[in-house]
């Protein structure tokens, strides 16, 4: 346990650090058999939320909430990822995806996994085409 005011986290205006020592585990609404570590949401003042998800095996969610997109990013194990209609999709490290927002979405981790990720509301623009759905490896 963090003594009070040793820990190097802090909550400004304009930004946050979220040090390792002040990670709190929590359920994640809509995931199974995983653990949430939120860091930085609208509620700090931030326009999207940023969280990693610590998954057992067999433990994932499904898409994010309506109006929604998710960039999701591998940092231990690994994800097998259904996006929409297309074919089941295997991300090991280092694997991300842009998951537009609406978009039927289903992620099951095969082994301990840990993911990183982005959640912002779509603002589509007017004559500006809807994005799709990219998959991807940092290398």
């Known amino acids: 346990m963090t003594v009070f005011g040793s820990s190097r986290s802090r909550v400004c205006k304009d930004h946050a650090l979220i040090a390792p ?3 709190v585990q929590s359920t994640l609404p809509g995931w199974d058999k995983t653990q ?3 860091l ?3 509620a700090m003042g931030a326009r999207f939320s940023q969280y990693l998800a610590l998954l057992d095996p067999g433990g994932g969610a499904g898409p994010a ?3 929604v ?3 999701l990013f591998v940092l231990d194990g690994e994800v097998d990822l ?3 209609r297309e074919p089941e999709h ?7 995806a842009f998951v537009p927002a609406d978009i039927a979405t289903q992620a099951r981790a095969r082994n301990p996994c840990r993911l990183n990720l982005l959640e912002k509301r ?3 623009l007017p004559g500006v085409e809807s994005p799709r759905a990219i998959l991807g490896h940092e290398q």
């Open 69 to 71: 997109e998710r960039v």
């Open 21 to 23: 020592e002040s990670f």
């Open 82 to 84: 259904k996006i929409g």
């Open 65 to 67: 909430l309506p109006g």
């Open 40 to 42: 930085i949401a609208p």
């Open 36 to 38: 949430g570590i939120i």
């Open 122 to 124: 779509y603002l589509p």
């Open 90 to 96: 295997r991300l090991g490290i280092g694997g991300f």
